[in-house]
Each structure stands twice: as structure tokens, then as C-alpha cells.
């Protein structure tokens, strides 16, 4: 029986689906401006694993996580660089997956865009009109959030308390300072694209109850994001949703923690930002999801290299068991099962699920993969073991394996400051004369598609 921790009435809440066997899930994806940095790779990680062990349980998953591809970020993107938004967007697209992919993050049943959905964008607003939810200014269009008794529920804030400090920003021409557009009038040299207001673009919140209600129906079982978007992003979609449809949105929201650096919260003012494209060229993008998931997703996490290094040595302890436990399977004596190790193994399993099923504590469930590793160590420790007891073990590493998405086999990837630090040494073999070492180091890099450049600040390297 598995239980969330539902952001909504901030308890947990044995998990019920609207259709028995199968889940709709719909996940907040990345605005494609630029590269994701690690605050989009934390809820990326957090709810494919969330998907995986959905899955792992049986159900049919029906993953949504979209893509911004229109709004204000890529505008200016646009703006700066003198390319086209569509151009844009779909370069830092594909970067997204070539990231998540890295990460093991699978990827979505569907992967909708702003773009592709602008008719049924217009269609959602003009019901909100009619319904007497929404109103045109000008052409903007913006939703009536007093109209909806509701508002503040996910969040858990008052309208009044709202109402204190909110303003009417200049440009702006909505009738009350807590009013939201839907869609906003273009500017000249603005993408944009034809409706019943003008030409213009949508607003933020409406793509994603837009294309939640495309892809999964007027009710999901499941909303996730990061605990930034809870206000006003997420507030902001129940309100229009269940104006437009009369039915609740979601069932269950949940929300990530947030990501510290080195014990600051990542935030734009300070610049403390640091891309996942970076930062897998110096970490093995496995460690990297390893340590995403050695906390629960609910609690903040603090990345530094320190705590990275040391998640990286856990997976390595795993990694080296189950591989020794392969290794031994291949001359081990075919016996008899052995009942009271086979117990322990069920035990360690029924732990792992427990973890899970208790709001997909995967803190919990990396433990109950070490303590799998000390059990496993401790029977690799006889004279002979079984061969049925040995797959056992494999099956087990398999099944955590598959659930946390993290590789088991062991990858000898060089790492960049491994190959400057290389590249040092062959400099300074060839100074030494010693070229049979420097010619080693080359064709060990070249090897690892690592290919040397001579420039005029000296060599430099790309990979093949």
C-alpha cells in the first residue's frame, strides 16, 4: 500500500487512482532557454523515480512532463541572440534530453509543447470567459481569482493575505492586483499568434492545465513540481482547471525540496546556479543521481563535492558487491537453497518496499541496499556458496536497481580534469624527452575517443 505525502492536505494519504491499475501523472518540465541546471535535474530524478517504482508495483503509467517552449525568458533569449524562439527551443531541448539521459531519467509517455497546443489554449480561455472567470483588457485576458472561493487552498494562504502587497505593475490592465493573465497582448518583434483578443501569446499558468487536461482528462491522479512552483504556478492551475471543468484537478500534489550550494540556497541573485551539462563532465552522471535520491525528495539537499564524493564511494561499495556476486556465480556449487539466507534477502526486499511505499523514501531504501551489500558480503565470506542464493542476490540488486535507476556495472569514464591532468603529464614527459610515456598517454586517450589538439595556448582536447 503505497502513501503520498499529498502538499494539498499536508498528510499522507494511502494512494487511490481513479482507474484501478493504471496512473496519470503530470510533472512541471523546464522552460528551454538554456541548459538545465541541477534545481530542474532534482525533480527530473525525484519523479522518474517516483514513475519507476509506480511502475515497478504494476501500474500503467501515463508520464506527462511538458516543455515551455514561449514565454518571457525565451523572448529575450531571442532578442539577445538574433535567433528565432522555435530555434531555441528546440536546441535547448534536445540539450534537456541528452542531460535526463544521461541522469538514466526516462523519458515521458509524452513530452507536450506550448506551441503545438495554442488552439486548445484559446479554447480553454474562451470557456473561462463565458463561465464568467475570465475577462479581456485590452487584449489581455486575465482570470478572476477572487471569483474562485478556493484560491490559496495548496498553499495554504488567505486572499486577504494575499491582497497585502500586491500591486498593479505598469503595463498591466487587470481590474484587481491578484488577477492573473491568461493571455498577453504582443509586443512588437514578439512571436505571436492569432485569437479571439488579438494577436498575442499565453501566460504561464494556463499551458499546463491546457495540456494536463489534453493528454490525461479533466482529472489526474498526480501533479508534481518542484516546491517552487506550489505559489503561484500550482495554485494558479487548480483555480482555472476547476473553473473550466467543475471537477477537481489533481488527486495528490507533491513537491521536491529545495537545492542548497555549499549550504546557500540556489537562487538567481547570487549566481549560484550550476548547469547539469557542467557538471557531468567532472561527475559520473550516475553518482550524481545517486546522491539526488540518497535524500527524500521532500527535504532540502545541499550539493557539494565533498557529499558528492562520498555518494559516489556508497554506489561504488554496491556496485563492487554485485559485480563480485556475478563473478562468483559463475563457479559456485549448484546445492540446495539456503532458507535462512534466502529469508534475510526477503526481509531486505520487504524493507526496500516498505521505504518506498512510505511516500517514496528512497533515503530509506539506499540504506536498505547497503544493509543488502553487508548481508551479501558476509555470505560471499564461505568456502562455498549457492548458485540459487547467489541469483537471488542478483535479482534483489536488479529489482533496486531498476526502481532507483542507477547502473550497476561499472563504467571507466575519464572525467575532464582526469584528462587535463593527463595532458599535463604528457607535456611534461615530452619535455623530459620521454616520449614513450607521452605516447602512451596519447594512444591511451585517444582509446577513450579523446582527441588532442595543438593550439596556440597550447593543447587542448574534445571528445571523439
Known sequence: MIKIYNTLTRQKETFEPIEPGKVKMYVCGPTVYNYIHIGNARPAIVFDTVRRYLEYSGFDVKYVANFTDVDDKLIKASQELGEEVPAIAERFIEAFFNDTGALNVKKATVHPRVMDHMADIVDFIEVLIEKDYAYESDGDVYFKTRAFDDYGQLSQQSVDDLRVGARIEAGEKKNDPLDFALWKQAKDNEIKWDSPWGEGRPGWHIECSVMARKHLGDTIDIHAGGQDLTFPHHENEIAQSQCRTDKT????????????????????SLGNFILVNDIIKEVDPNVLRFFMISVHYRNPINYNRELVKAAGNGLK?????????????ESAVLDEPDKVVEDIIDANLAAFENHMNDDFNTANAVTAWHDLVSETNKYLRRPSTSTHVLQRIIDAHLAYKEVLGVTLDIEE???????????????????NKDFAR??????????QNIILEDTKDGVRFKRG
Open 438 to 447: 607521452a605516447d602512451e598517454i596519447r594512444d591511451y586517450l585517444k582509446e
Open 413 to 431: 569514464v575519464l572525467l575532464d580534469e582526469e584528462i587535463e591532468k593527463l595532458i599535463e603529464e604528457r607535456n611534461t614527459a615530452r619535455n
Open 317 to 329: 561499495r554496491i556496485q563492487d558487491s554485485y559485480q563480485e556476486v556475478v563473478t562468483r556465480l
Open 249 to 268: 484537478f489533481a488527486n495528490y500534489w507533491m513537491h521536491n525540496g529545495y537545492i542548497n550550494i555549499d549550504n546557500t540556497k540556489m537562487s538567481k
